[in-house]
């Protein structure tokens, strides 16, 4: 089969979706992977990237849209890469997330769980108070779909209102970077991150900073956490409450809590003053806020420290929320602990799935999984794992 060619005489229907968000469907036995197609679609396909065994394609015709096929409230949706489910109407996009967990599981960990759900309807769109923007040639956007080209917008419907406000403001600057845009839902606050020294930003936004500009970072409290300019949060703080009630729920009552890659505290300062709670992550800045709080122990340090803390003394539960990469380097320190129970917060299925093949091996059983919808119309999962011995 030719990559370039265009499928037309034959269509085909889109089955599932895979773990990055694309359709999937089977031409001449080879799976094929399909932006923007959806679970029900009847497609005519372009191949347009090819593996032993796998393809890669774009929708060609859509013959006969799925039922769960919705109109997309932008005009940039297709081109701009920064969502790729605006489409996908609620409630199927649910039941797929829930799916997607379920299978990287079963597939890669080799667990069956029922995936529970938590969602705010409220917040389908108008939710990112975090984004990450690239400015070049006078375009401020998001990159296009599968290239690095900048999709100039004007306004973005997953974000809030304050987000697209600060990107007006952005907007003639005339700069060339990535741009992190982290803003307060209820008050005036806007923390900018550039990769590189930006001066002229500083003029429309104070508090811009870089990293090797010298000084304090600017930061502000949002529902009693630190966000620190250049330190990572969650993508909305106003969705972030809903992590933390799962959180809070599949945690308990412990008297001892070790947060590892706790960043600036967000998922352990509820219980700082119910237990004893030592918090350790790699980013100063971010570890230093949560410090100044006063709540709990919270301390610099590496996978190594992380080692360390796991085996010099029994906590009742650990509580995790590693990088997308997953927390592979520390899985066998945190197989071998003797707390009651781990808590492990997730945004890849996939690396979770493998770190709990590895608890599962040495006696840790998967007791409890919710599915966190942190990312309407994007097929981005945050899922909360308890698992006892």
Known sequence: MSV??????????????????????????????????????????????????????????????????????????????????????YPAQAEWKRRIVSDCLERIAGVSSEIEWAEDPSLWTGYRTRVRLHAESGRIGFHAQGSHDVVDIEQCPLCHDTVNAALQRLRGLDIRDVIELVTNPLGDDVLVWTQHAQPRLK????????????????SFLFDGRPIVNGAFCQASLLLNRLLLKTVEELVGAPTSLLDLYCGNGNLSLS???????????????????????????????????????????????????????????????????????????????????????????????????????????????????????
């Open 203 to 218: 003029e429309v936004f104070p508090g811009a900073a870089w990293p090797r500009l010298k000084g304090e970072r600017s």
């Open 4 to 89: 370039s060619s265009v499928l037309t005489t034959t269509s085909y229907e889109i089955t599932g979706v895979a773990h990055g968000g694309e359709g999937v469907c089977r031409i001449e036995g080879q799976v094929c992977f399909v932006a923007y197609a959806l679970p029900g679609d009847m497609i005519r396909v372009r191949v347009t990237r090819q593996a032993k065994r796998v393809l890669w394609g774009e929708i060609e015709e859509l013959v006969a849209p799925s039922p769960d096929r919705a109109a997309a409230c932008c005009c940039k949706f297709g081109s701009c890469g920064g969502c790729s489910w605006l489409h996908f109407a």
């Open 271 to 389: 219980f700082a003053g119910k237990a004893r709670v030592v918090g350790i992550d790699r980013n100063g800045p971010a570890v230093a806020a949560a410090s100044a709080l006063g709540l709990g122990d919270y301390r610099a340090g590496d996978e190594a420290r992380f080692t360390e803390a796991l085996r010099s003394e029994r906590w009742d539960v650990i509580l995790l929320d590693p990088p997308r990469t997953g927390a592979k380097a520390i899985a066998p320190a945190l197989a071998d602990s003797d707390a009651d129970a781990i808590v492990y917060v997730s945004c890849d299925p996939a690396t979770l799935a493998r770190d709990v093949k590895t608890l599962a091996s040495r006696g840790w059983r998967l007791v409890r999984a919710v599915a966190v919808d942190l990312f309407p119309h994007t097929a981005h999962i945050e899922t909360i794992c308890r698992l006892e011995r």
